[in-house]
């Protein structure tokens, strides 16, 4: 289990309310409303950790930032107009080597073009390889009447399939958190059956409460979503993998 490449701030600290304003105004300026791993200051601005991730615009800026990371890697496509890389072979794993970075960003930035015509690929983001964790899923969508709605659940890529999620009105305090935790049905997965180990509920109630803040500290916000977010065992705590949030547009 990779734990070691962690790119965040001290989950004690407070959260940075203006580094979260500066990445909104930013995005803004570019009359961007749907960001995704580019904005990832968002989550660490409100103390939640993130996998190590860095950004390359060509396949020589791929090559040298993995260079300066752990093998195997993953590399996702960076586009304002995909939402789910995996589809249209956005995500490439356990990449072992240099030349294996370099063949899969000529792949990507050669296929996706063939499948989405419209979309502008911006790049791709690296990331090291995670094993070990469960994936659970929060998101939030803003309800015209309820306000900020949460969302808590199995997450990575069958979650619309299983749709194993639990809703509660944000915001939340700690018993409303554990509640949404221990209320989908494969909880038991996450408390340890059969021998396993449990999963670091601790860690994973404390981000939900950190959400809970950020969507309510912004009104703006009208979707967001952290999918995959790994849970590891008890103690070892949680890493944010992906994520995507929508602004409005006035």
Do not use: W
Request: aromatic share 6%; with cysteine.
């Amino acid at each position: 289990m990779i734990m070691k490449q962690v790119d965040t701030i001290p989950r004690t600290t407070g959260p940075d309310r203006e580094l979260a304003v500066r990445v909104f105004e930013a995005a803004r300026i570019k009359s961007r409303y749907i960001l995704g791993l580019e904005a990832f200051d968002i989550l660490k601005a409100y103390g939640i950790p993130v996998v190590k991730t860095v950004f390359a615009k060509t396949a020589e800026e791929a090559m040298s930032a993995a260079e300066e990371m752990d093998y195997p890697l993953v590399m996702k496509v960076v586009s304002p107009q995909i939402s789910h890389k995996s589809d249209v072979g956005g995500i490439k794993l356990s990449l072992q080597n240099a030349a294996e970075v370099k063949a899969a960003y000529q792949e990507m930035m050669e296929s996706i073009p063939k499948k989405l015509p419209d979309a502008f690929l911006d790049g791709v983001q690296l990331q090291p390889m995670l094993s070990g964790g469960r994936e659970v899923i929060i998101g939030m969508i803003r309800d015209p009447t309820f306000g900020p709605m949460l969302m808590f659940g199995l997450g990575g890529v069958y979650v619309e399939i299983v749709k194993d999620v639990r809703f509660a009105i944000a915001p939340l305090d700690e018993r409303e958190a554990r509640e949404m935790i221990k209320g989908i049905k494969t909880y038991p997965l996450l408390a340890g059956i059969r021998g396993a180990k449990p999963s670091d509920i601790d860690s994973l109630v404390d981000v939900i409460l950190r959400v809970s803040k950020l969507v309510c500290d912004f009104p703006e916000i009208e979707e967001f979503e952290v999918n995959p977010l790994m849970v590891f065992e008890k103690g070892k705590g949680i890493l944010a993998v992906d994520m995507r949030l929508k602004l409005k547009k006035s």
